[in-house]
Protein backbone atom coordinates (compact mmCIF):
# COMPACT_ATOMS: atom_id res chain seq x y z
CA UNK A 1 0.00 0.00 0.00
CA UNK A 2 1.51 3.22 -1.37
CA UNK A 3 0.73 6.08 1.66
CA UNK A 4 0.49 9.71 0.46
CA UNK A 5 1.12 12.70 1.76
CA UNK A 6 -0.46 16.16 1.10
CA UNK A 7 2.42 18.35 0.18
CA UNK A 8 3.65 20.70 2.11
CA UNK A 9 3.06 24.24 1.99
CA UNK A 10 5.61 25.32 2.80
CA UNK A 11 9.06 25.47 0.29
CA UNK A 12 12.22 24.94 1.28
CA UNK A 13 13.13 28.80 2.26
CA UNK A 14 15.45 30.42 0.06
CA UNK A 15 18.23 32.97 0.79
CA UNK A 16 16.49 35.97 -0.37
CA UNK A 17 14.00 34.87 2.29
CA UNK A 18 16.14 35.07 5.27
CA UNK A 19 17.28 38.33 4.15
CA UNK A 20 14.02 39.84 4.41
CA UNK A 21 13.55 38.45 7.76
CA UNK A 22 16.59 40.60 8.20
CA UNK A 23 14.36 43.80 7.07
CA UNK A 24 17.38 45.22 5.13
CA UNK A 25 16.44 48.55 4.23
CA UNK A 26 15.06 49.81 7.75
CA UNK A 27 18.57 47.96 9.48
CA UNK A 28 20.66 50.34 7.33
CA UNK A 29 19.81 53.40 8.83
CA UNK A 30 20.08 51.82 12.19
CA UNK A 31 23.70 50.13 11.46
CA UNK A 32 24.14 53.92 9.82
CA UNK A 33 23.81 55.61 12.98
CA UNK A 34 25.87 52.81 15.02
CA UNK A 35 28.51 53.47 11.89
CA UNK A 36 28.31 57.17 13.01
CA UNK A 37 28.02 56.80 16.67
CA UNK A 38 31.73 54.59 16.56
CA UNK A 39 33.46 56.88 13.65
CA UNK A 40 32.63 60.17 16.07
CA UNK A 41 33.80 58.69 19.24
CA UNK A 42 37.07 60.81 20.16
CA UNK A 43 38.99 57.00 20.00
CA UNK A 44 40.78 55.73 16.58
CA UNK A 45 39.52 52.22 16.92
CA UNK A 46 41.26 49.60 15.05
CA UNK A 47 39.48 49.15 11.38
CA UNK A 48 39.27 45.21 12.10
CA UNK A 49 37.38 45.69 15.56
CA UNK A 50 35.17 48.69 14.29
CA UNK A 51 34.01 46.35 11.07
CA UNK A 52 33.58 43.35 13.46
CA UNK A 53 31.36 45.90 16.21
CA UNK A 54 29.53 47.50 12.62
CA UNK A 55 29.11 43.74 11.32
CA UNK A 56 27.52 42.88 15.14
CA UNK A 57 25.37 45.56 14.87
CA UNK A 58 23.91 44.66 11.68
CA UNK A 59 23.39 40.85 12.69
CA UNK A 60 22.00 41.51 15.77
CA UNK A 61 19.70 44.20 14.30
CA UNK A 62 18.76 41.90 11.38
CA UNK A 63 18.14 38.91 13.99
CA UNK A 64 15.88 41.60 15.98
CA UNK A 65 13.83 41.95 12.77
CA UNK A 66 13.60 38.34 12.25
CA UNK A 67 12.28 37.39 15.76
CA UNK A 68 9.96 40.75 15.20
CA UNK A 69 8.46 38.83 12.04
CA UNK A 70 8.28 35.18 13.61
CA UNK A 71 6.41 36.50 16.51
CA UNK A 72 4.03 38.76 14.32
CA UNK A 73 3.12 36.50 11.68
CA UNK A 74 -0.24 36.44 11.73
CA UNK A 75 -0.22 40.28 12.04
CA UNK A 76 1.84 41.03 8.74
CA UNK A 77 -0.83 38.06 7.04
CA UNK A 78 -3.71 41.10 7.68
CA UNK A 79 -1.63 44.10 6.24
CA UNK A 80 -0.76 44.71 2.65
CA UNK A 81 2.53 46.31 3.00
CA UNK A 82 3.89 43.08 4.73
CA UNK A 83 1.61 39.92 3.81
CA UNK A 84 4.27 39.01 1.08
CA UNK A 85 6.84 38.54 3.92
CA UNK A 86 8.39 34.84 3.99
CA UNK A 87 6.46 33.48 6.89
CA UNK A 88 2.94 35.25 6.03
CA UNK A 89 3.43 33.91 2.34
CA UNK A 90 3.90 30.31 3.56
CA UNK A 91 8.00 30.71 2.20
CA UNK A 92 9.28 29.83 5.45
CA UNK A 93 8.02 27.69 8.60
CA UNK A 94 8.34 29.51 11.89
CA UNK A 95 10.15 27.88 13.68
CA UNK A 96 12.96 28.05 11.01
CA UNK A 97 12.77 31.87 11.72
CA UNK A 98 12.94 31.67 15.17
CA UNK A 99 16.29 29.23 15.14
CA UNK A 100 17.82 31.75 12.88
CA UNK A 101 16.80 34.51 15.50
CA UNK A 102 17.85 33.17 17.89
CA UNK A 103 21.17 32.13 16.50
CA UNK A 104 21.68 35.01 14.88
CA UNK A 105 21.29 37.09 18.45
CA UNK A 106 23.57 35.02 20.43
CA UNK A 107 26.20 34.88 17.52
CA UNK A 108 26.01 38.53 17.22
CA UNK A 109 26.51 39.57 21.03
CA UNK A 110 29.17 36.57 21.62
CA UNK A 111 31.32 38.21 19.18
CA UNK A 112 30.69 41.83 20.02
CA UNK A 113 31.89 40.67 23.62
CA UNK A 114 35.06 38.40 22.33
CA UNK A 115 36.10 40.82 19.73
CA UNK A 116 35.10 44.46 20.32
CA UNK A 117 34.13 44.63 24.44
CA UNK A 118 31.96 43.60 27.02
CA UNK A 119 29.86 47.31 27.16
CA UNK A 120 29.16 47.06 23.69
CA UNK A 121 27.84 43.71 24.02
CA UNK A 122 25.96 44.85 26.98
CA UNK A 123 24.05 47.69 24.54
CA UNK A 124 23.74 45.32 22.22
CA UNK A 125 21.97 42.41 23.73
CA UNK A 126 19.69 45.32 25.30
CA UNK A 127 18.27 46.82 22.09
CA UNK A 128 17.98 43.02 20.53
CA UNK A 129 15.68 42.34 23.85
CA UNK A 130 13.81 45.23 23.73
CA UNK A 131 12.80 45.61 20.30
CA UNK A 132 11.70 41.81 20.38
CA UNK A 133 10.31 41.48 24.30
CA UNK A 134 9.21 45.32 25.32
CA UNK A 135 8.04 46.35 21.96
CA UNK A 136 7.04 43.21 19.92
CA UNK A 137 5.41 40.95 22.59
CA UNK A 138 4.48 43.47 25.38
CA UNK A 139 3.37 46.94 23.55
CA UNK A 140 3.08 46.91 20.37
CA UNK A 141 -0.27 44.73 20.77
CA UNK A 142 -2.04 46.43 23.60
CA UNK A 143 -1.21 50.79 23.34
CA UNK A 144 -0.91 53.32 20.93
CA UNK A 145 1.98 54.70 23.44
CA UNK A 146 4.08 51.47 21.54
CA UNK A 147 6.09 52.94 19.39
CA UNK A 148 7.37 55.94 21.61
CA UNK A 149 8.31 53.76 24.31
CA UNK A 150 9.60 50.50 22.39
CA UNK A 151 11.00 53.22 20.01
CA UNK A 152 14.36 53.44 22.19
CA UNK A 153 15.37 49.55 20.85
CA UNK A 154 16.16 50.88 17.57
CA UNK A 155 17.78 54.38 19.12
CA UNK A 156 20.90 52.34 21.06
CA UNK A 157 23.21 52.09 18.00
CA UNK A 158 24.89 55.02 18.21
CA UNK A 159 25.58 54.20 21.96
CA UNK A 160 26.68 51.03 20.73
CA UNK A 161 29.06 52.34 17.96
CA UNK A 162 30.53 54.63 20.64
CA UNK A 163 31.06 52.20 23.49
CA UNK A 164 32.82 50.07 21.02
CA UNK A 165 35.44 52.67 20.13
CA UNK A 166 35.65 53.74 23.84
CA UNK A 167 34.06 51.22 26.18
CA UNK A 168 31.99 53.37 27.62
CA UNK A 169 29.38 55.88 27.13
CA UNK A 170 29.23 60.00 27.00
CA UNK A 171 27.16 63.10 26.76
CA UNK A 172 27.19 63.17 22.55
CA UNK A 173 26.29 59.43 22.09
CA UNK A 174 23.45 59.61 24.75
CA UNK A 175 22.03 62.92 22.58
CA UNK A 176 22.20 60.94 19.66
CA UNK A 177 19.92 58.42 21.29
CA UNK A 178 17.94 61.28 22.64
CA UNK A 179 17.58 62.31 19.06
CA UNK A 180 16.25 58.69 17.49
CA UNK A 181 14.39 58.11 20.27
CA UNK A 182 12.64 61.79 20.00
CA UNK A 183 12.86 60.93 16.16
CA UNK A 184 10.57 58.00 15.97
CA UNK A 185 7.37 58.97 17.12
CA UNK A 186 7.03 61.79 14.02
CA UNK A 187 8.71 58.80 11.89
CA UNK A 188 6.38 56.26 12.49
CA UNK A 189 3.29 58.09 12.64
CA UNK A 190 3.81 59.89 9.47
CA UNK A 191 3.43 56.41 7.66
CA UNK A 192 0.70 55.30 10.56
CA UNK A 193 -1.35 58.12 9.22
CA UNK A 194 -0.86 56.95 5.42
CA UNK A 195 -1.35 53.62 6.26
CA UNK A 196 -4.07 53.24 8.74
CA UNK A 197 -6.26 51.33 7.33
CA UNK A 198 -4.20 48.89 7.22
CA UNK A 199 -3.27 48.68 11.14
CA UNK A 200 -7.05 48.87 11.38
CA UNK A 201 -7.75 45.96 9.39
CA UNK A 202 -4.63 44.07 11.48
CA UNK A 203 -5.81 45.35 15.08
CA UNK A 204 -3.22 46.99 15.95
CA UNK A 205 -3.78 49.85 18.20
CA UNK A 206 -1.31 52.41 16.31
CA UNK A 207 -2.24 56.21 17.37
CA UNK A 208 -4.61 57.15 14.25
CA UNK A 209 -6.40 54.16 14.97
CA UNK A 210 -7.56 54.54 18.22
CA UNK A 211 -7.34 58.17 18.69
CA UNK A 212 -7.88 59.79 15.35
CA UNK A 213 -5.58 61.50 12.93
CA UNK A 214 -6.21 64.90 14.95
CA UNK A 215 -4.57 63.48 17.75
CA UNK A 216 -2.15 61.69 15.57
CA UNK A 217 -1.05 65.20 13.78
CA UNK A 218 -0.95 66.69 17.39
CA UNK A 219 1.63 64.69 18.40
CA UNK A 220 3.86 64.61 15.77
CA UNK A 221 3.91 68.23 16.71
CA UNK A 222 4.61 68.28 19.96
CA UNK A 223 7.62 64.95 19.90
CA UNK A 224 8.98 66.98 16.83
CA UNK A 225 9.65 70.33 19.97
CA UNK A 226 11.99 68.17 21.83
CA UNK A 227 13.55 66.36 18.83
CA UNK A 228 14.40 69.31 17.33
CA UNK A 229 15.95 71.32 20.62
CA UNK A 230 17.71 67.93 20.90
CA UNK A 231 19.20 68.01 17.07
CA UNK A 232 21.06 71.05 17.94
CA UNK A 233 21.96 70.30 21.33
CA UNK A 234 25.40 68.60 20.52
CA UNK A 235 26.13 72.47 18.57
CA UNK A 236 24.87 74.30 21.27
CA UNK A 237 26.48 72.30 24.36
CA UNK A 238 30.08 72.74 22.14
CA UNK A 239 29.86 68.63 21.24
CA UNK A 240 29.95 68.98 17.92
CA UNK A 241 31.14 72.35 15.91
CA UNK A 242 29.76 74.99 13.50
CA UNK A 243 29.39 72.23 10.71
CA UNK A 244 27.42 70.36 12.44
CA UNK A 245 25.01 73.02 13.84
CA UNK A 246 24.68 74.73 10.03
CA UNK A 247 23.32 71.17 8.87
CA UNK A 248 21.32 70.74 11.92
CA UNK A 249 19.86 73.84 11.45
CA UNK A 250 19.01 73.53 8.06
CA UNK A 251 17.39 70.33 8.38
CA UNK A 252 15.41 70.74 10.91
CA UNK A 253 13.87 73.60 10.35
CA UNK A 254 12.72 71.42 6.46
CA UNK A 255 11.72 68.92 9.28
CA UNK A 256 10.00 71.24 11.27
CA UNK A 257 8.05 73.04 8.21
CA UNK A 258 6.74 69.81 6.85
CA UNK A 259 5.63 68.99 10.58
CA UNK A 260 3.83 72.18 10.80
CA UNK A 261 1.83 70.84 7.62
CA UNK A 262 0.98 67.98 8.76
CA UNK A 263 0.01 68.99 12.44
CA UNK A 264 -2.22 71.90 11.14
CA UNK A 265 -4.23 70.46 8.42
CA UNK A 266 -7.28 68.11 7.89
CA UNK A 267 -8.03 65.69 5.69
CA UNK A 268 -10.70 65.16 3.29
CA UNK A 269 -12.08 61.86 2.20
CA UNK A 270 -9.94 61.92 -1.24
CA UNK A 271 -6.68 62.86 1.03
CA UNK A 272 -3.73 61.29 -1.04
CA UNK A 273 -1.64 62.12 2.37
CA UNK A 274 1.25 63.66 0.01
CA UNK A 275 2.42 65.97 2.66
CA UNK A 276 2.27 62.96 5.66
CA UNK A 277 4.27 61.02 3.03
CA UNK A 278 6.98 63.82 2.16
CA UNK A 279 7.54 64.12 6.21
CA UNK A 280 7.90 60.53 6.05
CA UNK A 281 10.48 60.31 3.59
CA UNK A 282 12.18 63.47 5.00
CA UNK A 283 12.52 61.83 8.37
CA UNK A 284 14.99 59.04 6.66
CA UNK A 285 16.79 60.84 4.74
CA UNK A 286 17.03 64.04 7.69
CA UNK A 287 18.65 61.10 9.88
CA UNK A 288 20.85 59.99 7.58
CA UNK A 289 22.06 63.65 6.59
CA UNK A 290 22.07 64.89 10.37
CA UNK A 291 23.99 61.68 11.62
CA UNK A 292 26.26 61.94 8.55
CA UNK A 293 27.21 65.67 9.90
CA UNK A 294 28.11 64.93 13.23
CA UNK A 295 31.01 62.49 11.58
CA UNK A 296 32.22 65.28 9.10
CA UNK A 297 32.21 67.72 11.79
CA UNK A 298 34.44 65.92 13.94
CA UNK A 299 36.55 64.75 10.77
CA UNK A 300 36.64 67.90 8.50
CA UNK A 301 36.09 70.82 10.89
C1 LIG B 1 9.27 51.58 17.00
C2 LIG B 1 9.90 52.32 16.12
C3 LIG B 1 9.68 52.28 14.64
C4 LIG B 1 8.60 51.88 13.94
C5 LIG B 1 7.29 51.32 14.46
C6 LIG B 1 8.94 52.01 12.53
C7 LIG B 1 8.10 51.64 11.50
C8 LIG B 1 8.43 51.68 10.18
C9 LIG B 1 7.61 51.15 9.15
C10 LIG B 1 6.28 50.46 9.35
C11 LIG B 1 8.24 51.37 7.98
C12 LIG B 1 7.67 51.02 6.60
C13 LIG B 1 8.44 50.42 5.61
C14 LIG B 1 8.84 49.00 5.76
O1 LIG B 1 8.01 48.13 6.04
O2 LIG B 1 10.03 48.71 5.51
C15 LIG B 1 9.47 52.04 8.29
C16 LIG B 1 10.41 52.41 7.37
C17 LIG B 1 11.69 52.77 7.69
N1 LIG B 1 12.19 52.95 8.94
FE1 LIG B 1 11.14 52.91 10.66
N2 LIG B 1 10.20 52.49 12.40
C18 LIG B 1 10.71 52.64 13.66
C19 LIG B 1 11.95 53.07 13.99
C20 LIG B 1 12.96 53.21 13.09
C21 LIG B 1 14.32 53.45 13.45
C22 LIG B 1 14.85 53.57 14.86
C23 LIG B 1 15.01 53.54 12.29
C24 LIG B 1 16.48 53.79 12.07
C25 LIG B 1 17.24 54.48 12.86
C26 LIG B 1 14.08 53.36 11.20
C27 LIG B 1 14.39 53.41 9.87
C28 LIG B 1 13.53 53.22 8.84
C29 LIG B 1 13.91 53.25 7.43
C30 LIG B 1 15.29 53.50 6.86
C31 LIG B 1 12.74 52.96 6.71
C32 LIG B 1 12.59 52.90 5.18
C33 LIG B 1 12.64 51.50 4.72
C34 LIG B 1 12.33 51.39 3.24
O3 LIG B 1 12.86 52.17 2.48
O4 LIG B 1 11.56 50.49 2.91
N3 LIG B 1 12.84 53.18 11.73
N4 LIG B 1 9.57 52.23 9.63
C1 LIG C 1 20.65 47.25 17.20
C2 LIG C 1 19.34 46.62 17.26
C3 LIG C 1 19.26 45.27 17.82
C4 LIG C 1 18.27 47.26 16.79
C5 LIG C 1 16.96 46.62 16.69
C6 LIG C 1 15.89 47.61 16.93
C7 LIG C 1 15.29 48.12 15.68
C8 LIG C 1 15.58 47.47 14.41
C9 LIG C 1 14.50 49.14 15.73
C10 LIG C 1 13.85 49.69 14.58
C11 LIG C 1 12.40 49.64 14.84
C12 LIG C 1 11.64 49.03 13.74
C13 LIG C 1 12.28 48.31 12.62
C14 LIG C 1 10.37 49.11 13.80
C15 LIG C 1 9.49 48.51 12.79
O1 LIG C 1 8.29 48.42 13.42
P1 LIG C 1 7.46 47.12 13.31
O2 LIG C 1 8.29 45.98 13.80
O3 LIG C 1 6.17 47.37 13.98
O4 LIG C 1 7.30 47.08 11.74
P2 LIG C 1 6.58 46.08 10.78
O5 LIG C 1 5.14 46.41 10.84
O6 LIG C 1 7.20 46.42 9.45
O7 LIG C 1 6.90 44.69 11.23
Same mark, same amino acid.
Given at each position: ?????????????????????????????? @???????????????????????????????????????? $??? #?? #??????????????????????????????????????????????????????? $????????????????????????????????????????????????????????????????????????????????????????????????????????????????? $??????????????? @??????????????? @????????????????????????????
Amino acid at each position: MTVTTAPSPIVPAHARDFLALTKPRVMSLV @VFTGLCGMLAAPVRIDPVIGFTAILCIALGAGAAGALNQW $YEA #DL #DAKMRRTERRPLPAGRMDRETALQFGVGLSAFSVILMGLAVNLVAAAILAVSILF $YVLVYTVWLKRRTPQNIVIGGAAGAFPPLIGWAAATGGVAPLPLLLFALVFLWTPPHFWALALFMRSDYGAAGIPMLPVVAGERVTRRQIGLYTIPMALTALAPWALGLSGML $YGAVALVTTGVFAGL @VVHVATRTTGPDDRM @VPEKRLFAWSILYLFIIFGAVVADKWLA
